[in-house]
């Protein structure tokens, strides 16, 4: 923004040899535009020759006049708010240093008592425009405005519809006025919390400071805390003060004041600050100064501010063995600064939002590097304060040089500057080789995922007295560490570097390996999404920062004795499924060798049966007649037994051949073959058609074989029989079916039908082996499917049983 040079009324610039000075007042007052230069006073200092036509005022009367004194508000109109809007823009300029565009006002002006005097209405469109002297402060304000009374006037006359417009752009201004109070108000009250901050953190540091630079040294494991302590205080000063400045400039009570100032043995000062930051990450650090002595008029407090957030985003964002360097000119009243590093550098698409408040080049959740995302925007703000520019430049994975040119004129001697130091000291902890572990320690194992490496350290000293501590410094390591090392517990961190600590729950939690071990978030996210999303993500348990060690120790212990119960618990069921595995391999294998030896004898007594019934015909009486027909039908049976023995014990063995089995053909087969061995029977069979399932055909076929058999032979007395097969579509899939009319059963009694040799009937009234049911069920369970009965007394019954569909492979064996 350029100064307003208006010479004093009454003088005139000394003419040039050969040239006529031009004069700027004359040539304002001449502009097409309607204008009125107002001093921060908002007293009239210029006036333009059309806003004086269009206002119907003298400028002799009016110049040096206070603006509300000239342009009063109509007092004939009760709604009238024109002094009251142009005054509330006035003061946001005069704060901000920044321009300010109004909506279109209603303000009317007064008649000269030569046009009958009162007022007359007028409608318009005012901007407010600062102009910066020399010093950055404000000089004037140009008051540019455009009478739209007649293009108003119009859009009122066009109908109801354009003066709904207008009304809505004064709600609109007026709910605009809401917002900038509610924003000062928010900007005063962040400013005092800062402020009120400043004095505790001092309370903190300076006793720490003083204990860790004291005699004799305390011990090294309470220094290691003092450290910790002392290093993140320092963190939340530098936040603080970031906050208060930006409150600061937002509230326009960020003043500049220009002093003489040796600005090269400044930047050597700060920048001595940042030396040893930098040799502890494994930094070069290079800074090259103009000669000393030469004293430029600059504000002080805001070219440090600028040049140590530059610094700290430098140090910050550049990795181990890396180079930080700064270079100062000075040069024709100006000050150039450059800072540049070997970082990380910036995505190029992200240049243009860079100096943004609060932005963060990485996502919240994943980012590598801590920081509020003001430092940037402060740079901005503060070089626009001192009436220069930034500029920066990067490339990713290559380093970034951000450089700021800012005037700087020649001033007198500048006073020694005494000691001082933006940067508090840090204390860096010492590095600790880990200890290898005890195979004998039987202390449970504890993986604590932190990025911050002090809060990491701390953290196993909390829990190191009770538990094995490992630690992983961001979400990926820890999730490898995990599966490799199999903790008993993980504490992670919410916001971490490659994997945040919700993405490292849904993993472990989808790891059949991790699945049960407990996840503890740690996070400074009190919010309800934030926590919901943890416990969607199956987070065990949340700890909040700031946390006290008791309390951790606490919920670790709990966490841990829960788990210990679990394991315990899930241990006792395996070995308990072992063993019952185990006895029924034992019982399958003992049933399968007992019907392999017996079927032998048996077969041997079914031959001698039918030959004593063959040769002993017509010579016994009735009596020994019906002893030799019963022994024939006794060893019919136990060879039948035996039979379903043998194949309920293969199916536990049997390989499974899996793949699409037409189920409605197998089923139209084995109907078929009940007929033919029972042409007596008239029963109306029903197959559904186009049914198939994956599986074992041989299997699926002994299911059908046993359903369907068994309501072919409990219909045998009903002279309307009915069997039924086909399937039906359920929220869980399809699910195939038999039904039958026949004798049905006590739907209390249903759970025991898929039990070996648990009858509902006598055998004398249907005949059976008692193991044709277990069978369906050992065959459905195999093949990946369910099984349920359904019935009732003289009502019929339906069996349901599912198979996996077509594309869906069986479970194993």
């Not at 004037?140 to 207008?166: C, M, N, P, S, W």
């Not at 996210?525 to 309390?551: C, I, N, Q, S, V």
Request: glycine content about 8%.
């Amino acid at each position: 923004m350029a100064r307003f040079p208006g010479p004093e009324p009454g003088r005139e610039d000394p003419p040039r040899e050969h040239e006529t000075p031009p004069d700027f007042r004359a040539l304002f007052e001449a502009v097409p535009g309607l204008y009125l230069v107002l001093t921060p006073a908002l007293r009239i200092a210029a006036v333009s020759d059309a806003y004086l036509k269009a206002t119907k005022t003298v400028r002799e009367e009016i110049l040096g006049r206070p603006l509300f004194e000239v342009f009063p508000d109509n007092p004939d109109d009760p709604k009238a708010d024109g002094v009251g809007n142009l005054s509330a823009s006035l003061g946001r300029v005069l704060k901000t240093s920044a321009a300010d565009a109004m909506a279109v006002q209603k303000y009317d002006i007064r008649r000269p008592d030569s046009e009958g005097g009162g007022f007359e209405e007028r409608y318009w469109s005012p901007v407010n425009s600062p102009v910066l002297g020399e010093d950055g402060r404000i000089a004037y304000i140009i008051h540019r405005v455009e009478d739209v009374t007649e293009f108003t006037r119009l859009k009122q006359v066009g109908g109801r519809q354009e003066a709904e417009i207008f009304q809505r752009a004064q709600e609109l201004q007026a709910v605009n006025e809401r917002l900038r109070e509610a924003h000062r108000v928010k900007d005063e009250f962040l400013a005092k919390v800062s402020h009120e901050l400043r004095t505790p953190l001092t309370l903190i540091l300076a006793p720490l400071e003083s204990v860790l630079g004291g005699r004799p040294a305390a011990p090294p494991a309470q220094r290691r805390l003092l450290e910790t302590a002392h290093n993140n205080a320092v963190r939340l000063l530098q936040l603080v003060t970031g906050l208060l400045d930006l409150a600061k400039t937002d509230a326009g009570r960020m003043e500049v004041r220009a002093e003489p100032t040796d600005v090269a043995a400044l930047t050597r000062s700060v920048f001595d600050d940042f030396r040893t930051l930098a040799a502890q990450k494994g930094l070069k650090a290079s800074l090259s100064l103009p000669p000393p002595g030469s004293a430029v008029a600059l504000d002080r407090y805001l070219y440090e501010r600028v040049l140590f957030n530059l610094l700290s985003n430098a140090v910050k964002f550049t990795l181990p063995g890396g180079t930080v360097s700064a270079a100062l000119e000075l040069s024709g009243g100006r000050l150039r600064l450059r800072v540049a590093d070997t970082g990380v550098g910036i995505p190029r698409a992200q240049l243009g939002s860079l100096f943004q408040r609060f932005h963060q080049l990485e996502a919240a959740a994943t980012r590598r590097f801590e920081g509020a995302g003001l430092g940037l925007a402060l740079v901005k703000e503060f070089t626009g304060l001192l009436g220069g520019t930034v500029s920066a430049e990067s490339e990713e994975g290559r380093g970034s040089a951000f450089t700021v040119d800012v005037p700087a004129p020649a001033a007198a001697a500048a006073a020694p500057a005494g000691a001082r130091s933006l940067l508090p000291p840090r204390y860096g902890p010492a590095d600790e080789a880990r200890t290898p572990e005890d195979p004998a320690d039987a202390r449970p194992k504890v993986l604590v995922a932190e990025d911050n490496l002090e809060l990491s350290r701390y953290t196993q000293g909390v829990l190191g007295a009770s538990c094995r501590v490992r630690t992983a410094a961001d979400g990926e390591e820890a999730l490898g560490l995990a599966r490799s090392w199999d903790p008993d517990l993980v504490l992670a961190d919410v916001m971490m570097p490659r994997r945040d600590g919700f993405s490292l729950c849904r993993a472990l939690k989808a790891d059949p390996r991790t699945a049960e071990t407990p996840v503890v978030l740690l996070t400074a996210l009190t919010h309800r999404e934030a926590m919901m999303k943890g416990w969607e993500a199956g987070a065990d348990e949340y700890l909040l920062k700031p946390f006290h060690p008791e309390e951790l120790s606490a919920r670790v212990r709990a966490l841990l004795a829960r788990a210990l119960e679990r394991r315990r618990g899930r241990e006792a069921l395996r070995e308990a499924n072992a063993a019952l595995e185990a006895a029924n391999r034992n019982l399958e294998t003992f049933s399968f060798t007992v019907a392999h030896d017996l079927k032998a004898p048996v077969r041997h007594l079914s031959q001698f049966s039918r030959l004593l019934a063959e040769t002993s015909r017509g010579r016994l009486d009735e009596t020994g007649e019906d002893c030799v027909r019963r022994l024939e039908e006794a060893a019919g049976r136990v060879t039948a037994l035996i039979d379903a023995l043998l194949r309920f014990a293969r199916v536990g063995y049997a390989e499974l051949s899996p793949r699409t089995v037409d189920v409605s053909a197998l089923a139209e087969s084995v109907t078929a073959e009940l007929a033919l061995a029972a042409p007596e029977r008239a029963v109306e069979a029903v197959v559904q058609p186009g049914l198939s399932a994956q599986g074992d055909p041989t299997l699926v076929r002994q299911v059908l074989e046993n359903l369907l058999g068994n309501a072919w032979k409990f219909t045998g007395g009903r002279p309307d029989a009915r069997v039924e097969f086909g399937a039906s579509e359920t929220p869980d899939g399809r699910e195939f079916f038999v039904k039958d009319n026949g004798i049905g059963f006590d739907p209390g009694q249903a759970h025991r039908l898929f039990q070996p040799f648990q009858r509902q009937v006598t055998y004398a009234a249907f005949p059976g082996s008692g193991v044709g049911l277990a069978s369906v069920h050992r065959i459905i369970t195999r093949l990946g499917g369910r099984v349920r009965a359904e019935g009732a007394p003289e009502r019929g019954a339906a069996f349901f049983f599912t198979l996996p569909d077509p594309a869906i492979r069986p479970t194993a064996p």
